[in-house]
């Protein structure tokens, strides 16, 4: 099973808005609503913060927000936060085994 | 309060074996799907194992016959044990619960650091 394909590195001002593709096959993304983004700052576990493709658990901030077309998902971050600044995973539900994760984006607030 | 806490880790030569535990507390563990995920230095994350809350169980293609998912459901916990460690082993390894079979995991631990190396 292939990792998916993610952008290296993103990159943006404060207050812009940023888009991260998560590319797979229809083995994984393209077939399943089950695609899920997670943020990881340096040293810590990772965060859910999208599951399902558009859904936000609780306590996740409105200005995270998920889509798919395709074989391909997306994570925008809206009005973006110094904060914001971590790697960011997305990840699907792969009929071959269990789950597999994207190749990792590093987010970077200018 | 939901809580997962790796233990385990430690350094080990090639070849050799390993026992991680997760401890659970705040949900049980038997009523979810639990999954490990490891990350090696500097690198993204690699889904490792899964246990269904049914008892059945997956495995990445890398690890699959030397790595073994199970749970103590009296004592709510987690375990994976490691065999035949390689040094592409060597990461943190996280066990992380399922929100419903497969669709996300929504509680991680803090993880526990496995070195493969002579």
């Known amino acids: 099973q292939s990792a998916l394909t993610q952008p290296a590195s993103v990159s943006g001002s404060p207050g812009q808005s940023i888009t991260i593709s998560c590319t797979g096959t229809?083995?994984?993304?393209?077939?399943?609503?089950?695609v899920s983004w997670y943020q990881q700052h340096p040293g810590k576990a990772p965060k859910l913060m999208i599951y399902?493709?558009?859904n936000r658990p609780s306590g996740v901030s409105g200005r995270f927000s998920g889509s798919k077309s395709g074989n391909t998902a997306s994570l925008t971050i809206s009005g973006l936060q110094a904060e914001d600044e971590a790697d960011y995973y997305c990840?699907?539900?792969?009929?071959?085994?269990?789950?597999?994760f994207g190749t990792g984006t590093k987010v970077t607030v200018l | 309060e939901l809580q997962l806490v790796e233990s385990g880790g430690g350094l080990v030569q090639p070849g050799g074996s390993l026992r991680l535990s997760c401890a659970a507390s705040g949900f049980t563990v038997r009523s979810n799907y639990m999954s490990w995920v490891r990350q090696a230095p500097g690198k993204g994350l690699e889904w490792v194992s899964v246990?269904?809350?049914?008892?059945?169980?997956n495995y990445a293609e890398s690890v699959k016959g030397r790595f073994t998912i199970s749970r103590d459901n009296s004592k709510n916990m987690l375990y994976l044990q490691l065999n035949s460690l390689r040094a592409e082993d060597t990461a943190i390894y996280y066990c992380a619960r399922d929100r419903w079979r497969l669709t996300g995991l929504d509680y991680w631990g803090q993880g526990t650091l496995v070195t493969v190396s002579s």
């Open positions: 246990i269904h809350s049914g008892g059945g169980t």
């Open positions: 399902d493709v558009y």
């Open positions: 229809s083995s994984d993304v393209g077939g399943y609503d089950y």
């Open positions: 990840s699907s539900y792969t009929s071959s085994t269990g789950y597999v």
